[in-house]
């Protein structure tokens, strides 16, 4: 490599060493070590197609995959013989995904999602030319259910999909999916179709609670989840679940790579299935929970620490995400925090520490004097 080449990377490398340092704005886990992995960076390694189909592109993940799925598939109470999934690019390729399947089900269906929803949502039934009714949310972030259900009676000749969001992006508000569905049943519609988007608390929000009510057996009829969330990776992937009998109106089969074409994309990448099977394989349940246990000690402490210092935050039951007014744009950008709507949010995912959460709260505190100060 030339010189300029060396520096350009020692340089990038250096960067990125100093920001991984200010991260606590979004919901990504830092406290992994996949070094036993890096071997594996030698291969192109690619699971093109269905991971229940072995491929002529032998160099693969899939039985890892599969191991992955069915991880997954046991932890949202999936129907023993009647599921089906695969390793997404991330929670917006599951949503997508999940949509489709519904579309593919019922292609007159009216889709239903709140106004917190993530933005891939929107996106995802542009893409597949699906109508859509945005529905207010409250003012927590939970989704209204009387203006779901005005939405509904209005378009009851219709079926309706619903995109439920576990965990909404800004305030971690939970959709209450047996609520929906008893909306759903006093408007009389037959045909219908739950979405979970549990791309930011689904893992966590199964393994704490005993009923987990947005899963498979609370009523879900697919569910995606991100990888690199919770769980941690340094690819972004994940996980989407559908029930196997409404899959497979999809997919055909395609001689060039000899398996099912079922999935979103071609080529799918290889590597981030080993990296969320390690992660299972050594934190088991056990691990993962008490992890989920740390994270929610955290955000209680980044509350109390907030209310120490006079400024209004609040968190969602169960929700690992902290609600505070948006501060002033220097401590935004150094400490990488996003922002809506004048509020901002910091997500005590693993890997943030009370050290971290410590020296936010003096940064802030230091800009709120310079503030004052400036302005007397
Ligand atoms: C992160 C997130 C997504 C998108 O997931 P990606 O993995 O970034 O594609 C979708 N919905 C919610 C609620 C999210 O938090």
Redesign the pocket.
Known sequence: MTLYGKERLSDYMQQVADRARYFIGY?IATDFDYSDLYPLLQYPLNNVGDPQIESSYDLNSRSIEREVVAFFAELFRAPKDNHWGYVT?????G?LYGLYVARELYPNAMVYYSEAT?Y?VQKNIHLLNMPGIVIRSQQGGEMDYDDLKAAIQLHRYRPAIILA?I???MTEAKDNVPYIREVLRQCAIKSHYIHC?A??AGIYLSLLEKDPSFDFKGGADSIAI?G??FIGSPI?C?VVLVKKNYKERIGRSVPYIGTLDTTITGSRNGHSPVFLWYAIKKLGREGLLSRAVESLNLAQYLVEKFHEIGIHAFRNQNAITVVFPQPASSVCQKWQIASEGGYSHIICMPGITKDKIDAFIIDLLKQIEAQTIHSN
């Open positions: 919901p690019n991330g929670g917006s390729e949503n993530h891939s969001n965990g909404t992006t988007d791309a930011l991100s690199h969330k972004p994940g």
